[in-house]
C-alpha cells in the first residue's frame, strides 16, 4: 500500500466533489468509515487553512440545532411579508376593479316582519316604511354638523374608509363579540343605499370598496344627503324629516341645534335613546346628548356659551302607527326589545323586513288580561268626574314558571294613545313586592340576627316605627312604617303579612345587602335595574324594576328557586331558515327550601294579609302587595304553582309624562297593591286557569319554618296621641248589632265612645271604621252567613287620625289588618283597602 497520501474518493466510480459541509450531497456506498468519524471541528480547521488554495467558495455556517431550528431566519421572514404585500395589493386591485356599485335598494322591496301568536294566528304585520327625502340644503348647517360629530368628524378631511376601524370591526364580528362598527358615514351610506345590514366579512368588503369608488364618483355633500335620508332613527322614522316631524313635530328645516343633536344622538341606538319609549334611559341619552354637543364645541362648530344656553329637547309624544293600536303595539316593541337585547338580530336588520316571528303568547290568556283591566281598572275610570283619573296606567306580565315563556303581557290601554309600554317600562319603584327576595336572600345564605338567631318565618324582630337599623354603617337609617305604626316584637311571616318597613330595613342588614342585590339578580331582576342598590333601602323596593322584571322573578320562586330566563319567542325565521335564540335550560339559582319557604310565607299573605283579594281567583295562591313612594304605583305580585303574574297600577300624566301621586283616582282616597291591583291578578288568573285542574303547592320547608304552637303577639303602638278612648268598647257594641241586623244600623253605642262614624251606611261602606284591637286578631266585622257586605271591610280607621287600617273586599291593607271575609265578596268596590300600605 502506497505511502502517498491518497486523493478524497479516489479509485471510487461515480464520486461528485461536493462542499466539506454538504450534508445534503449523495454518499456513494462504500465510503471509507473514516470520513464519518472525522470530527466537524476538524474539517472545519482544514477548510480554513486551505481556503486559498480552493476555488471560489463561501463557508457555509453550523446548522441549527435545538429550538433554533423553530425560528425562522430574516430572509424568510423578509419574503413572507414581501409576499403577502403582493397578495393583499393584488387583493385589493382585483376586489376594486370587480366591485361594481350596485343599484340603490328601492322602497318597494322593502318587506314586512310577520308576529304570530303561540299557536300560529297572526298577530301583526308590519313594514310600511315612514321616509320623506329633503335636499341638504333644508338640513340647517348645525344640524349636519351634529350629525358628523356624533358619528363621523372628519368626513370632509378623510378618505372614505378607515380600514383600522374596519379591521377591528371585522375581527369583533369573525370573534362573535357582537356589532362594533366603526365605519364612517360613506361607508354607513354604502350600507344603508345599497347593500343589506347582515353583519359579514363579506358584506364588510363589498361596503370598503363600493365607498372608496363612490368617494371618488360622488361628492361628500352628496354623500352626507343621502346618508341623512336613509338612517333609520326610531319611531319608524327613516330619514331626518320623518325624524323630525316623529320627535319634534316640525320639518328638518325648522330644527333647533339642541333637537338636531337629540336626533344625531338617534343614530347610534335609537331603540336605546328614545326617552320616550324607554325613560328609564333618560341617563344614557341625556350622556350621548352631551357627547354630540361637546364635540361640536371641540370642533369649532358650536361656541361655548351657546352650548352653555342649551338645555335637552322637550320631546312630542310617540304616536305608533294605527295597524299597532291596542295591545299589538306593545307586544311587537316587547318582542323587538328581547330580539335586540339578546343580540339574536340588530336593529337595522330588523327593520329591513322579512321576518316570521312566533311568540310566546297565548292569544285567549292576552285576551283574558285584557278583560281583567278593563273590568277590574279601566271601567272605574271617570275623566270628566275626576281630573286625577286621567293619570291612571296600568301595566302587566304573565309567565309560565316551569317554562319561562311570557304568555300574556297588558302595556297599556292602546299603544297608539299610550306609547310607552308599561309592562316593561323600568322607572317606577317596585314597593313592598320586593321584602320577599330579601327573606329569600336571608334562608339561602342561612343569615342570622344580629343576636346570631336564624332567619325563619318565625324569628322575632323589633316592628317598632322609625326604629334605626343595627350593623349598618352606612350612617343612621331609621324608616317609617305606613302610617306611623309600631308593632312591637313580631315574627317575619306577621312583618311580611303587614308589610313592615322597619322589620325588612333591619332583615337586609342582617342578611347582608349584597347579598340580597345579588340573590335579587339571580331570581331574575336585571343587573342593570335603576336603584338597585346594596343598602338597608333595597328591603323597602326603592329599585325600579319592570312589571316583566319582577314576574320573571316570582316565577323563579313558583318554579321552586330553578330560573328559565323569561322568553317572549318561540321561533324566528326568515326564507326558512331559522335564527338561534337564548338558551332557556332551567338553572338552579336558589335552593329549593329557600324559594319554597318564601312561598309558604307570601301564602300567608293571601289567607290572612294584605292581599286576601286574591283568593278571589279560587286557586292556592302566594303573593305580596306593594306600593311606590307618595303613591305613585300600586303593585300585586303573585303566583299559583302553574303561573305568575305581576299587575302594577301607575300614576302618570299624559301631558308632562311626569310620575303623580294617585291620591283620589277612582273615587279612592288611596290606591294600593290589596286593591286594583289584587283584583286584576284574581280575575285574569281565574280565566287563564279555568278548566284546568286546581294545584297544591308542593312544598319542601327549611327545618326553621315549621310553624310554632301560637303565641300572644302585642298589639300594635300607635304614636301618642293617636289613639281615642272607647275604641274597643265602641267597636265590640256595633259589631254585635251590626252582625246580627246585616249591617243595617250603625253603632250609635260606639259613636259616643271613639268611633268616628255610625253603621247607619254600613250596607255601602260594608264595616265600620275603629277596627285598631281588631287588627291583630285579624278580625272581620259583619260577618253575617260567613260575609260581609261587598265582601269586606272598609275605612277602618281610628279617630283624630289613629291606625287608619281597613280591609277591603275580604282583604287587609298593606300596612295594616288581616281579614277573613268571604271570597264570594272579594271582587267589589271598595274604598277602606286604599287607606293604607307599605312603601
Known amino acids: 500500500m502506497s505511502d502517498e497520501p491518497q486523493q478524497p474518493g479516489a479509485g471510487h466510480q461515480g464520486w461528485a466533489p461536493r462542499e466539506p459541509d454538504d450534508a445534503s450531497a449523495p454518499v456513494e456506498p462504500g465510503t471509507p468509515d473514516r470520513a464519518e468519524s472525522e470530527s466537524e471541528t476538524e474539517s472545519d480547521l482544514d477548510s480554513n487553512a486551505n481556503a486559498n488554495s480552493k476555488p471560489k467558495g463561501k463557508a457555509k455556517r453550523p446548522k441549527r440545532t435545538g429550538w433554533r431550528r423553530l425560528i425562522p431566519t430574516w430572509r424568510m421572514v423578509l419574503s413572507t411579508f414581501l409576499l403577502l404585500v403582493v397578495l393583499i395589493g393584488g387583493a385589493l386591485v382585483a376586489g376594486y376593479l370587480l366591485v361594481d356599485i350596485p343599484p340603490a335598494n328601492p322602497t318597494a322591496t322593502a318587506q314586512s316582519n310577520v308576529y304570530l301568536y303561540e299557536d300560529g294566528s297572526q298577530l301583526v304585520r308590519d313594514g310600511e316604511v315612514n321616509r320623506e327625502n329633503v335636499p341638504l340644503s333644508q338640513v340647517p348647517k348645525t344640524v349636519q354638523r351634529a350629525v358628523l360629530a356624533a358619528e363621523d368628524r372628519d368626513f370632509y378631511s378623510e378618505s372614505a374608509v378607515d380600514p383600522k376601524a374596519m379591521l377591528r370591526a371585522a375581527w369583533n364580528t369573525v370573534t362573535g363579540k357582537g356589532r362594533q362598527s366603526g365605519s364612517t358615514i360613506t361607508q354607513q351610506f354604502v350600507k344603508n343605499y345599497y347593500l343589506d345590514q347582515e353583519q359579514t366579512v363579506s358584506r364588510k368588503m363589498k361596503e370598503f370598496f363600493i365607498a372608496i369608488k363612490l368617494d371618488r364618483q360622488v361628492s361628500k355633500s352628496d354623500i352626507l344627503s343621502g ?89 312630542k309624544e310617540a304616536k305608533a302607527p294605527s295597524g299597532m293600536s291596542g295591545q299589538r303595539g306593545y307586544l311587537v316593541k316587547a318582542v323587538e326589545d328581547y330580539l335586540i337585547s339578546n343580540k339574536v338580530i340588530d336593529e337595522d336588520t330588523l327593520k329591513k323586513g322579512g321576518y ?40 302587566g306580565a304573565a309567565i309560565d314558571p316551569a317554562t319561562g315563556k311570557v304568555v300574556a303581557m297588558y302595556g297599556g290601554i292602546d299603544y297608539t294613545k299610550q306609547y310607552v309600554n308599561n309592562a316593561t317600562r323600568r322607572d317606577y319603584q317596585v314597593g313592598s313586592i320586593f321584602k320577599p327576595l330579601v327573606f329569600t336572600a336571608g334562608v339561602e345564605n342561612g343569615s342570622t340576627t344580629q343576636d346570631g338567631r336564624p332567619i325563619t318565618p318565625n324569628t322575632y324582630y323589633d316592628g317598632t316605627n322609625k326604629r334605626p337599623v343595627q350593623g349598618w354603617d352606612g350612617g343612621t337609617y331609621a324608616p317609617e312604617n305606613e302610617d306611623d305604626v309600631s308593632y312591637g316584637d313580631i315574627t317575619v311571616r306577621t312583618a311580611t303579612d303587614k308589610s313592615v318597613n322597619s322589620v325588612y330595613a333591619q332583615m337586609a342588614v342582617d342578611v347582608g345587602s349584597d347579598k ?65 335564540l337564548p338558551e332557556r335550560s332551567p338553572k338552579r339559582v336558589v335552593s329549593r327550601e329557600a324559594a319554597d319557604t318564601t312561598t309558604s310565607v307570601l301564602q300567608s299573605v293571601v ?54 301621586p294617585l291620591y283620589g283616582a277612582l273615587g279612592e282616597p288611596r290606591i294600593n297593591g290589596g286593591a286594583y291591583p289584587a283584583r286584576i291578578w284574581a280575575q285574569f288568573t281565574a280565566a287563564a286557569l279555568e278548566g284546568k285542574p286546581v294545584q297544591d303547592f308542593d312544598l319542601e320547608l327549611d327545618p326553621g319554618a315549621v310553624e310554632p304552637p301560637p303565641v300572644d303577639v302585642p298589639e300594635p303602638e300607635p304614636e301618642p296621641g293617636d289613639q281615642t278612648e272607647g275604641q274597643t268598647q265602641g267597636q265590640d257594641e256595633g259589631q254585635t248589632q251590626g252582625q246580627d241586623q246585616g249591617q243595617t244600623q250603625g253603632q250609635t253605642e260606639g259613636q259616643d265612645q271613639g268611633q268616628n262614624q255610625g253603621q247607619t251606611e254600613g250596607q255601602d261602606q260594608g264595616q265600620t271604621q275603629g277596627q285598631t284591637e281588631g287588627q291583630t286578631q285579624g278580625q272581620t266585622q259583619g260577618q253575617t252567613d260567613g260575609g260581609t257586605t261587598d265582601g269586606g271591610t272598609t275605612d277602618g280607621g281610628t279617630t283624630e287620625g289613629g291606625t287608619d287600617s281597613g280591609a277591603t273586599q275580604g282583604g287587609g291593607t298593606e300596612g295594616g289588618p288581616s281579614s277573613t271575609g268571604s271570597v264570594g265578596g272579594l271582587i267589589g268596590d271598595t274604598t277602606g283597602d286604599d287607606d293604607a300600605r307599605a312603601r
Not at 262 to 285: C, F, I, M, Q, W
Not at 375 to 389: F, G, P, T, Y
Not at 562 to 567: D, K
Request: aromatic content about 8%.
Open 516 to 580: 340580597v342585590k345579588r340573590t335579587a339578580i339571580d331570581l331574575g331582576v336585571p343587573e342593570s335595574t335603576p336603584d338597585l342598590t346594596a343598602s338597608p333601602s333595597i328591603a323597602l323596593g326603592t329599585a325600579t324594576a319592570s312589571v316583566l322584571d319582577m314576574a320573571s322573578a316570582y316565577a323563579t320562586l313558583a318554579n321552586h328557586g330553578e330560573r328559565g330566563s323569561y322568553a317572549l319567542v318561540e321561533k324566528i325565521t326568515k326564507d326558512g331558515r331559522a335564527l338561534a
Open 607 to 660: 289567607e290572612g294579609g294584605t292581599g286576601t283579594a286574591a283568593q278571589a281567583a279560587g286557586r292556592p295562591a302566594a303573593g305580596k302587595t306593594g306600593t311606590a313612594e307618595e303613591d305613585k304605583a300600586a303593585w300585586f305580585a303573585g303566583y299559583t304553582p302553574d303561573l305568575a303574574t305581576v299587575v302594577a297600577v301607575m300614576g302618570q300624566d299624559p301631558d308632562t309624562a311626569v310620575q303623580t
Open 227 to 315: 346618508y341623512l335620508n336613509t338612517s333609520y332613527f326610531g319611531r319608524n322614522s327613516y330619514g331626518v324629516q320623518a325624524a323630525a316631524q316623529a320627535y319634534f313635530g316640525k320639518d328638518a328645516l325648522d330644527l333647533s341645534t339642541a333637537e338636531g343633536a337629540y336626533l344625531a344622538t338617534l343614530l347610534n341606538s335609537p331603540n336605546a335613546y328614545d326617552v320616550a319609549a324607554h325613560p328609564e334611559n333618560k341617563g344614557r341619552a341625556l350622556a350621548r346628548w352631551n357627547y354630540v354637543l361637546d364635540g361640536m364645541v371641540k370642533e369649532d362648530w358650536l361656541s361655548e356659551s351657546d352650548r352653555a344656553a342649551m338645555s335637552f329637547p322637550e320631546l
Open 356 to 395: 316570521r316571528i312566533t311568540t310566546t303568547i297565548d292569544k285567549k290568556l292576552q285576551d283574558d288580561f285584557v278583560a281583567a283591566v278593563d273590568e277590574q281598572l279601566m271601567s272605574k275610570v271617570d275623566k270628566d268626574a275626576r281630573e286625577i283619573d286621567r293619570n291612571v296606567r296600568a301595566g
